[in-house]
């Protein structure tokens, strides 16, 4: 954890938990190794994913989706195949490398 930088992992997983997930930063407590996975590969994915297919809940999101395999989580919380996840989260990627390119241009 002491190794993650401040400004470009832990900040902006907290700001994402607080204003995208519509958790409370207490919620660390129960979850603290929130702060150890990829947002780009892993929290912002499945969040969306599940926001994709109106299977989030309206108040705080469950971190504990965050926390399976990608298999258990599709078959667990998506109730989808793994594929259909594959797929959603390579053209998130996508997308978000595509902006990351055409701003440094």
Known sequence: MLSLSLEENLKPKYLYLVNELNNEVQSLTKYPMYLSLSLDQRIRPRH????SL???PKGPFP?????????CFCQQWAGT????????RQRLLLKKFAEKYERKM
Do not use: H, I, Q, W
């Open 63 to 71: 971190l504990g989706s965050l926390v399976p395999t990608d298999e």
């Open 81 to 88: 195949s793994l594929d259909r996840y594959l797929a959603f």
């Open 54 to 56: 109106k299977k989030a």
């Open 48 to 51: 969306r994913f599940l926001v």
